[in-house]
């Protein structure tokens, strides 16, 4: 059983910026894949970015790409997304997603709301 808290949300101005925060807790941080996902109000919740459990290898959904970074501190059970020229329509609830990298278990965060408006 994984436990994961997100914090990091708020709001914030076009153009700004937001480091999002997961920490981990109850089983094996590095043994989990970690993403961020994020639902928008009347879509479906859709990938942002993952990193795998060794940190080697990073995915970002295109409309993020060049703006934001996942990274991941396996010392510290966290894992963070950092959110750059930000725009309107990244808006959102994010949310931390750990996938087991063997049995696949997996957990999620209760997510932290971002708003971008000015």
């Known amino acids: 059983q994984v436990q994961l808290v997100e914090s990091g949300g708020g709001l914030v101005q076009p153009g700004g910026s937001l480091r999002l925060s997961c920490a981990a807790s109850?089983?094996?941080?590095?043994?989990?894949?970690m993403s961020w996902y994020r639902q928008a109000p009347g879509k479906e919740r859709e990938l942002v970015a993952r990193i795998t459990s060794t940190g080697i290898i990073t995915n970002y959904a295109d409309s993020v790409k060049g703006r934001f970074t996942i990274s991941r501190d396996n010392a510290k059970n966290t894992v963070y997304l950092q959110m750059n020229s930000l725009k309107p329509e990244d808006t959102a609830v994010f949310y931390c997603?750990?996938?087991?990298?063997?049995?696949?278990?997996?957990?999620w965060g209760q997510g932290t709301q971002v708003t971008v408006s000015s």
């Open positions: 109850g089983s094996t941080f590095s043994n989990y894949h």
């Open positions: 997603y750990a996938n087991h990298r063997v049995s696949r278990y997996s957990y």
